[in-house]
């Protein structure tokens, strides 16, 4: 297929690279352009993707997403580089579980694949370029490893002799060449070889050769055959852990004693295995597992090296067999793997460092659940393998937890595959912590249970998890017997910290340790050194599965209660302390703080629920702002809708904020406060007899989105100071946030210059601040402002300006409305594209929060786009979308829901129904003459104004102008008679609905 010019062939190419998926628009302009792309790049990549359409047909479709990119929808493996990555794969796995002929095949079929350099026709992508040579000479090496294992030396050399030309620097195919050379017979060559590299290391990188290359120059001087390591043969597929093999490898050329530790399950053992087994020179695997504490640990190392017989002429003490060891050693280059260390980790350490101390030529790899303690250990932590993370919808398989779960499946039961049971795998793969050893307890379930099943019953892991292998270790058979082995290694006071630490959810620093569960931090580092604790830069945290087995003793020892009521004190503290913070310049590092704790004043809340419902309360008020901050809307209104039903439809004594904050904040999902009107409370018990400020300033806020504008007209900043001063208080926040919402009242009464005084007034307290949230919110403002003058230059900055702090905030709900703004900006402008695109982002931003307000008011806008360029139906659709999402009960979702009344009402007439288009329109009046929507009014007034005649047309304008919806000087010139529309201005605000609802309208 003749693809044309070099820019759609290289668009094409970086589409393939991650078929199907979506490509950022940013990347591929980066690919296709470099550091120099167009003027107008964006054009100019439709350009190119309407070409490659055109020239792909029916092959392929490049799809797009405006919120995300570009996907080319095709197979992964219909692209040569995926295909090619996953046989390379595939053979390198062979070659590693031996399995020499599989591996070439697998690795010859991936190398055909090639037809030359690696993306050729997109010269600006040189990293994926050189990640795909990279794999591929790794995959020529593993190659000609299976092929020399194979036999074929001498096949090998000519093709060898040119890589190594070609890559002088790279050892690992210089010692292929030796190999061949030496398996050839042709021993001086492969000495001459070696020399080469050696000279060639020394002068371009002043570095020696590696110990695999000096090994093998070694055993050819001898001309001895490479000896093969003294380790016990695999059953099963070695699956993942490629970084710790190459960390394991980088450890024993430096340090002479590494060890892997981590918890019980996680395959230490086979991890050891694996990485003794690619390296050079003899190699003994010691099991100390049978090793009772106390016994022999030297007569365990004896045995395992065959040296077990002077201990038959009768019984040797412990100094005579270290001693023994010593001699046999002195001059001996042996890798020795001590495995399972922990519960003889003293004797272990002991043995380890007498042993390096006297025999120069030994390295010991050691595996433990805690280190050995000594200085020069180099430590590899082993945990669970990698788990997909949560938004992971497709090509499972490549996460290693889930490739282990996979093969060991298939072992069971035949034709297993992962993305037939795609939600069941990852939820047992996820709540297993990745463990190796749980894993494949559970794949062995499989034998009789559906893996749904399996998933589902997860809840009780240990009862489910108790059949393993009846060859392993009795500790190694259940899952229970894996943690239970660690427990009993612990100390009383191990023991006693471990069970209290299970109360925490998502971890703790050790500040919340100390005072929620007494932490010794001795005790603490000691958890961790025997990984039942886990740290990670300032935080600790256990695996879920040692967490539900230290759960388990917390209620034998009846701690629940008294460290549940420890952990809900000690984060309503920390949400009580971080709420001021986030109203200041500090913000963003205290919604990092608040981030990190997420899941402990989640889990304190609900806990807190049960337990002490005004406690639960309180913590909902100090969390409120953070919620809004980070968009959580559904979560947060689900854990508020849950207080409320448990608190009941009076708030305690005292409580009356918090429980208004947690009945808003329960309406904010949609959830509603069926019990309460939350109208009622926010503007009409709460806020109006406060002789002093809110609590929760916060509170001010969400009771004007669920009001709406105060009834008695506009007011000045002045005049709100002398009827609110007590409430408002001195706060600077409050203040500044008073300025907004004057202004906004303002502008909804019109009086847009003096409204846009009011909100500078306000951009300038919230910048004093330093409050981003506030700037904001005052920022997107002057852009609508600058919107409604038609001065749409002038609203690009603020806007601009306001996305950027949304986006430093990361306040999902904010991006969403912002979005919303500036694409009602645009279309005002005519640029019915740019619209259509904000509006799609808005709908993206919107769904992940679950704020269905602006949800709708998104499918609104889009509805308007649809309906200006013609499209009469599917404005119809975005429009009764966004009428069935739209909540009810708060006054900026009602506002959306009556704009959308009169949007259809526009499409009906343009339809040329003008009967529906009247229903619709008085639709829209009726509702936003109880809320008090003036421009949704507006719109419902013009909407019937327009479809009448003569006199009947004055008199609405009239009526219109006496709701204040109309201009009364515009109104009475637009009017064609003078006396209709003096009676319709005359009429009562009840006289002017009923005119404009009559039939006759």
């Known amino acids: 297929m003749a693809l044309g010019g070099p820019r759609v062939r290289a668009l094409l190419a970086l589409l393939a690279l991650d078929a199907g998926r979506l490509v950022p628009a940013e990347r591929l302009i980066d690919g296709l352009y470099g550091d120099h792309p167009p003027a107008g790049a964006a054009n100019a990549l439709q350009s190119q993707v309407s070409r490659l359409r055109q020239t792909l047909g029916e092959y392929a479709r490049v799809e797009f997403d405006p919120a995300a990119g570009y996907r080319l929808a095709v197979e992964r493996d219909d692209v040569d580089a995926h295909r090619f990555a996953r046989l390379a794969g595939e053979g390198r796995r062979a070659l590693q579980a031996g399995d020499l002929a599989g591996a070439a095949a697998a690795l010859g079929e991936a190398l055909e694949l090639w037809r030359g350099p690696a993306l050729a026709d997109a010269p600006y992508a040189t990293a994926p370029a050189a990640r795909l040579e990279e794999l591929r000479l790794g995959a020529v090496e593993d190659k000609v490893a299976a092929e020399l294992g194979l036999g074929g030396h ?156 002077a201990g038959l002429r009768g019984t040797a003490d412990r100094r005579d067999a270290t001693e023994r060891l010593v001699a046999a050693l002195a001059d001996r280059r042996l890798l020795i793997v001590l495995d399972n260390c922990e519960h003889v980790v003293a004797d272990a350490a002991r043995l380890a460092a007498r042993l390096l101390g006297a025999c120069p030529g030994l390295r010991i790899l050691a595996t433990s659940r805690e280190p050995l303690g000594l200085t020069g250990e180099a430590l590899c932590p082993v945990v669970g393998l990698a788990v997909p993370p949560p938004d992971a919808v497709d090509a499972l398989v490549v996460y290693p937890a889930v490739r282990l779960f996979a093969d060991r499946a298939a072992d069971v039961a035949p034709g297993f595959a992962v993305d037939d049971n795609h939600d069941a795998v990852l939820r047992i793969c996820r709540t297993l912590d990745g463990l190796p050893l749980a894993i494949e307890l ?233 019990q309460l009107p939350v109208s009622v409370w926010a503007a009409g018990e709460v806020l109006p007899k406060l002789d002093r400020p809110p609590a929760q300033p916060f509170l001010l806020y969400l009771s004007a989105l669920a009001t709406g504008p105060p009834e008695g007209g506009p007011m000045s900043g002045n005049e709100m100071l002398e009827l609110w001063g007590d409430m408002l208080g001195v706060d600077p926040w409050i203040l500044a946030l008073g300025s907004i919402g004057v202004g906004l009242t303002l502008l909804y009464y019109r009086r847009v210059e003096s409204a846009e005084r009011e909100i500078a007034t306000a951009l300038a307290g919230f910048r004093a601040l330093g409050e981003r949230w506030g700037m904001m919110v005052a920022l997107s403002a002057l852009a609508e402002f600058a919107d409604w003058r038609g001065d749409h230059a002038a609203a690009a900055a603020p806007m601009g300006e306001a996305l950027r702090l949304a986006e430093a905030l990361d306040s999902t709900v904010d991006i969403a409305d912002l979005l919303r703004i500036r694409a009602d900006g645009r279309v005002y402008a005519g640029d019915l594209d740019g619209g259509r695109d904000d509006y799609l982002q808005a709908v993206a931003h919107a769904r992940r929060s679950g704020a269905l307000e602006l949800l709708a008011a998104a499918h609104l806008g889009l509805g308007e786009v649809a309906r200006r360029r013609g499209d009469l139906a599917g404005a119809r659709t975005l429009c009764e979308t966004a009428l069935a999402e739209c909540p009810t009960g708060w006054f900026s979702a009602e506002a959306t829901r009556f704009a959308v009344h009169v949007a259809l009402g526009r499409i009906a007439e343009a339809e040329g129904d003008p009967a529906a288009a009247r229903a619709w329109y008085r639709r829209g009046l009726a509702g936003t003459a109880g809320t008090r929507s003036m421009f949704a009014l507006t719109d419902a007034v013009e909407g019937l104004v327009g479809l009448a005649e003569g006199e009947r047309a004055a008199l609405l304008l009239g009526a219109g102008a006496a709701l204040g919806a109309v201009d009364a000087d515009a109104g009475r010139e637009r009017a064609g008679d003078a006396a209709a529309f003096a009676r319709g201005v005359a009429m009562t605000r009840e006289e002017a609905i009923r005119a404009l609802s009559a039939d006759g309208a």
């Open 154 to 309: 001498a096949g090998l050399v000519a093709e060898l002799r040119d890589l190594v030309a070609a890559h002088p620097l790279r050892e690992r195919l210089r010692v292929h060449l030796m190999g061949a050379l030496h398996g050839s017979g042709r021993q001086a060559e492969a000495l001459a070889a070696y020399e080469e590299g050696r000279r060639i290391l020394a002068e371009e990188l002043g570095v020696d050769p590696s110990p695999e290359m000096s090994a093998l120059h070694v055993a050819i001087l001898r001309d001895e055959a490479i000896r093969a390591p003294r380790l016990p043969g695999q059953l099963t597929s070695f699956v993942g852990r490629e970084e710790e093999l190459r960390r394991v490898g980088k450890l024993l050329g430096e340090a002479r004693l590494v060890t892997l530790h981590g918890p019980g399950g996680a395959g230490k053992t086979r991890l050891a295995i694996e990485a003794a087994g690619r390296q050079d020179g003899d190699v003994c695997l010691v099991e100390l597992a049978p090793v009772a504490p106390g016994e022999d640990v030297p007569q365990a190392v004896l045995a395992a090296l065959g040296l077990r017989e």
């Open 442 to 674: 559970a794949a062995a379930r499989l034998r009789a249970l559906p893996v749904a099943e399996v998933a589902a019953r997860l809840d009780d892991r240990f009862r489910l998890l108790n059949r393993g292998s009846r060859t392993a270790e009795p500790r190694h058979q259940t899952l229970r017997a894996v943690v239970g082995w660690s427990w009993d290694l612990l100390d009383a006071a191990e023991q006693r910290l471990a069970r209290r630490l299970t109360v925490f959810a998502g971890g703790a620093t050790l500040a919340a340790a100390e005072a929620v569960c007494g932490a010794d931090v001795d005790v603490l580092t000691g958890l961790v050194d025997k990984s039942l604790v886990v740290a990670t830069g300032d935080r600790y945290w256990m695996l879920e599965t040692v967490r539900a087995f230290c759960a388990e003793r917390l209620a034998e020892a009846g701690e629940i209660a008294e460290l549940r009521a420890a952990h809900a004190a000690y984060f309503l503290d920390l949400a009580r302390t971080a709420d001021p913070h986030l109203r200041r310049a500090e913000q963003l590092e205290w919604l990092r703080r608040l981030d990190a704790d997420r899941d402990n004043l989640h889990a304190a809340l609900r806990r807190a629920t049960a337990d002490d419902p005004p406690a639960a309360l309180r913590l909902v008020a100090a969390l409120a702002f953070y919620w809004w901050l980070r968009g959580l809307r559904t979560e947060s209104a689900a854990l508020a809708t849950r207080l409320l039903a448990q608190v009941g439809t009076e708030p305690p004594p005292g409580l009356a904020e918090e429980y208004a904050l947690c009945a808003l904040t329960a309406s904010l999902g949609g959830a509603g406060c069926p």
